[in-house]
């Protein structure tokens, strides 16, 4: 039967949960469909006391679940989605039967569950599932719809529960001991510890020098080709047989890890650079092997936020909306998967265009099947690819920008993945000769040749180390033969250092969570999106650096709550709630032994074993962790010793320094420290150097006029001075006074500005004088330099000292000169970035009135907190230009004019309601789209109410305690 067909089923309500999905599949259903959108979820936990029911009182109340009740969650229908319920309602009533066709993991699984249990619809109701958003796809899962699976709600709705008592019971405890609205979750604690033991890693690290020596051999062969090069380079292996020490025999603490191998400084391999400069070398072996290399498994989740980062300079959260898009306007496969599957029909079409774009010689006999290496794998059936039963190639696609890129990524890697290994050679050529002292030294040179390049023809994965060499780099060496002679044409000394371990990227971070098992790969992006917006890590280029204040909530967690940070015990949890998903275990009782501890709650033989919940050993007793609070010193948690006499102090308004008094009693001194200083880049050193400046309040007089005290402090924004008011001066209400402040110009400082500087930046804006008109003409110090102002027009001035020079006559000469329109001579980029991958325009750093911003000529991006124009690289400018163009042009709002009173002519009547009826027409065209919740007013409550992203309701649904 057609899944068109009205007549014999009537009327069928299908809800999905956003409005380009929704739009997307009323596209492939007959007039007998009804297709809407939940806008993500339409239902969850209590967001604050507020919101819970007037009948929940004491601890019920707050953590929206109770804990002595089997957990009962509370539930409440978001205030923002009211309006939706009951247009969803409405139709519902309309209707003969519905479908839920919301995602086909947990989280869509539970989305349907919310659906069922709020619309309480009374007509026949088939949860439909897909995933892929074709014609063919969306027809046979009407025709083939399934019940709701009540064991995945269940283990959805568990998780949820428990990230509220982890978030809900140790948040409060950061906000007492560590600075308050601050927050903690299973995942997110973990994250944080994982970049904050990199960073302790750093810190600890000690770097080692060694050297060796690289050479330029040739074989004398006159006629040498590209396939047979006449000179080749080696580096040098072993000396008198003992193996040379490089990067990796070298511990953190810069010390040799073994005794058998020979650590040349300088010195040594200058002299021994010196006494090979007339040996004669040969080789000494050949070693040949096969060289094979298979092609990567299909794109699932992870691995696609990997490669678009390493590829694309995509960050995981920018990865997952484009995915999104290309998903809901059925381009690919569903994007939140942890498998490499693929249907025979992705199989079948990944072939055909192997063929047809490649040839039979690269396809090969047997179909390839990957198997997942994801523990519990359920996310979705299928891999990530292009949709349909044959693909479309990019140019066939019509995508451009950001969704042509991440499409043409997905389209290669799925088309690679049938076709043949890459096969060749790889050598490696060892050559030796003894030196004038007698020593025998020995150079190593390896190459790979690629004889067949197979998939790497289609696609080469990115690595995430910039120096690592990619699967399609050739290295050519000489056909040469044990004992040919060989002339070295260069012997160079070389000097290296280890370095430090490299700072998780998006990119690394996930992979090493999914490497843990810690989490659910669908949620990474948003678990690094809010330690991120939580302050405890910024970006630096690509590298994520944990902030001091993460330096602080880490040390807390682990000492006094060191198992639910612990990676084992979180990758333990997941186990558990995997088999609880598979109906091995029980929630409730898993729930009791966790949040209660042993045995309480449980019953009296077997316990939460008994409950199918295996050993059960690593839970029990949050309850009775956050309860004792008496044993958290706050001052020992948030300080780390730096040196005997200065300590590095996280306080309630950010980090600084202390250096400890000379004379017992008195206050130490303190200075702050720069907001995104790395940490491993604060030594004692540069400590001494920021207690060394000018940085507190300093004292420079009393005003004459007011008798307020005048100080000079160092602001977020710079150097300023202010008036300290008296005591019992209202700060707020009607009646509140703001003392006088300004910034200090460019050429004062601190520790030079007196009291009679500060009178006189606080005597501005300063009147010059008034004009044959009578107009005041005053000079003003604003944030783009000083300035003349008459009325509301404004003349530059040249010099911050003409503020207190200028006078009338002078301004008047300047408001004669006519105003110059347009800008100034552009001034010279502040760094140059290359050609960007997308407009293929030269990109620059340039500096705006806003601050340094990138630019391709089309499109402008400012400059993040965390970027900086000296570091930044081209990869993160051109990742700035693409999300700019993702979020497109600035939309200008008209401002509302305020209600008139009755018009008082019939003229002015007439014109109001002519206005009020185009108004009422251009309205009834445009959905209102809901960017912030606000309050919900009577008229917008007529209008449809649409989110600009399902997937960000989604995933604040996933982690708000993660």
């Known amino acids: 039967m057609s899944p068109s067909s009205e007549t014999a089923h009537g009327k069928r309500l299908v809800i999905v949960e956003s409005p380009a999905k929704a739009k997307t599949i009323k596209g492939y259903l007959g007039p007998g469909y009804i297709v809407e959108a939940s806008v993500g979820h339409i239902r969850d936990l209590p967001g604050t006391a507020a919101e819970v029911p007037d009948k929940y009182t004491g601890e019920v109340r707050r953590l929206g679940v109770d804990v002595d009740h089997d957990f009962a969650p509370i539930y409440v229908v978001n205030a923002d989605k009211k309006s939706q319920v009951s247009k969803l309602k409405s139709l519902l009533a309309e209707s003969d039967e519905l479908f839920l066709a919301t995602d086909e993991d947990r989280e869509g699984e539970a989305i349907a569950w919310h659906l069922q249990e709020v619309l309480k619809p009374k007509v026949p109701v088939h949860r439909m599932v897909f995933h892929e958003i074709t014609k063919d796809a969306i027809q046979e899962a009407v025709r083939n719809p399934r019940e709701l699976n009540q064991r995945l709600v269940d283990a959805q709705e568990t998780r949820r529960i428990l990230d509220r008592l982890y978030g809900y019971e140790v948040s409060p405890v950061l906000w007492k001991k560590v600075m308050p609205k601050l927050s903690a979750g299973r995942v997110q604690s973990v994250a944080t510890r994982l970049v904050v033991e990199r960073e302790r890693e750093r810190m600890a690290f000690r770097s080692a020098s060694y050297w060796d020596l690289t050479g330029t051999f040739s074989t004398g062969r006159t006629a040498a080709d590209a396939a047979n090069p006449e000179s080749f380079g080696a580096r040098l292996s072993a000396v008198d047989g003992k193996r040379i020490a490089t990067g990796r025999d070298f511990g953190q603490d810069g010390r040799l890890k073994t005794a058998n191998t020979l650590h040349l400084d300088e010195q040594a391999a200058r ?12 080789v000494r072996s050949v070693e040949s092997k096969p060289y094979r290399r298979s092609p990567y498994a299909p794109f699932r989740t992870t691995t696609l936020q990997q490669e678009a980062g390493r590829k694309l300079g995509f960050g995981a959260k920018r990865t997952m909306q484009v995915a999104q898009k290309l998903y809901e306007n059925g381009f690919i496969t569903y994007m939140r998967t942890d498998s490499t599957t693929l249907s025979e029909t992705a199989v079948a079409a990944a072939r055909a265009q192997v063929t047809q774009l490649y040839g039979a010689a690269y396809l090969p006999d047997a179909p390839r099947v990957y198997a997942s290496k994801v523990k519990n794998a359920q996310e979705a059936h299928e891999a990530i690819r292009p949709s349909g039963d044959r693909f479309r190639t990019p140019a066939e696609t019509g995508l451009a920008g950001d969704d042509f890129r991440l499409y043409e990524l997905i389209w290669m890697r799925t088309v690679a993945s049938q076709m043949k290994d890459a096969v060749g050679q790889s050598v490696t050529v060892k050559v030796g000769g003894r030196a004038a002292d007698g020593r025998d030294a020995e150079f190593s040179a390896s190459g790979k040749i690629i004889t067949f390049h197979g998939f790497l023809k289609a696609y080469v994965e990115g690595a995430d180390d910039p120096n690592a060499e990619l699967d399609d780099r050739e290295r050519r060496l000489p056909q040469v033969t044990e004992g040919d002679p060989l002339a070295a044409d260069r012997l160079s000394p070389e000097g290296h ?11 690394s971070l996930v992979k090493e969570l999914e490497e843990r098992e810690i989490g659910r790969p669908s949620t990474y992006a948003s678990i690094i999106d809010t330690i991120i917006n939580r302050k405890y890590v910024f970006k630096k280029g690509t590298a994520l650096v944990p902030s001091f204040l993460s330096f602080a909530v880490v040390n807390l967690l682990e000492k006094h709550f060191g198992r639910l940070v612990d990676y084992d015990f979180t990758a333990r949890m997941e186990d558990d709630l995997d088999r609880i998903a598979a109906g091995e275990a029980q929630s409730v009782p898993w729930l009791k032994r966790f949040y209660f501890g042993e045995g309480e709650g449980l019953p009296a033989a077997g316990g939460a074993a008994d409950a199918g919940n295996g050993d059960g050993d690593h839970l029990g007793g949050l309850k009775e962790l956050v309860t004792d609070l008496g044993a958290i010193d706050a001052r020992e948690i948030s300080s780390f010793p730096l040196s005997e006499d200065i300590t590095l102090r996280v306080g309630r308004y950010g980090p600084y320094v202390e250096k400890a008094s000379q004379v017992e009693g008195e206050p130490g001194q303190r200075a702050d420290i720069p907001d995104e200083l790395p940490p491993d880049e604060l030594t004692v050193e540069l400590a001494e150097e920021l207690l060394a400046k000018p940085s507190g309040d300093f004292e420079l007089g009393t005003d004459p006029v007011s008798g307020n005290m005048l100080v000079a402090k160092d602001g977020r924004y710079g150097p300023y001075v202010t008036e300290i008011l008296p005591e019992g001066t209202p700060k707020t209400g009607k009646n509140a006074v703001k003392p006088r402040t300004a910034s200090l110009f460019k050429t004062m400082s601190l520790d030079t500005v007196t009291l ?26 604003g944030r783009y330099g000083p300035y003349l102002k008459r009325g509301t027009d404004s003349r530059s001035l040249t010099s911050e000292d003409q503020l207190f020079t200028v006078t009338l006559d002078e301004a008047l000469a300047i408001y004669a000169q006519p105003k110059q329109r347009g800008r100034a001579a552009a001034a010279p980029p502040l760094k140059e970035l290359g050609n960007d991958p997308v407009s293929e325009r030269p990109v620059v750093v340039k500096d705006g009135r806003f601050g340094p911003y990138v630019t391709d000529g089309e499109t402008n991006a400012t400059l993040r907190k965390d970027d900086d124009v000296e570091t930044i690289t081209p990869e993160r400018g051109f990742e700035l230009l693409a999300e700019k163009r993702a979020r497109g042009p600035v939309k200008k709002t008209a401002k509302k004019a305020p209600a008139k009173k009755a018009a008082a002519t019939k ?30 007013k009577k008229t917008a409550a007529k209008k449809t109410t649409t989110a600009t992203s399902a997937a960000a309701a989604k995933s604040a649904a996933e982690s708000e305690e993660s």
Not at 271 to 282: I, M
């Open 756 to 781: 009679e500087d500060a009178l006189q930046l606080l005597s501005l804006p300063r009147v010059v004088g008034a004009d044959a008109e009578g107009q005041e003409i005053t000079a003003q110090n």
């Open 271 to 282: 002299a021994l650079a010196a006494a090979l400069e007339q040996t004669a070398f040969s």
């Open 907 to 936: 003229t002015t009547a007439t014109k109001t309601a002519a206005k009020k009826t185009a108004a009422k027409k251009t309205a009834a065209k445009k959905t209102t789209t809901v960017k912030k919740a606000t309050a919900v």
């Open 497 to 507: 250092a280890t370095k430090p371990p490299a700072r998780y990227t998006e990119a």
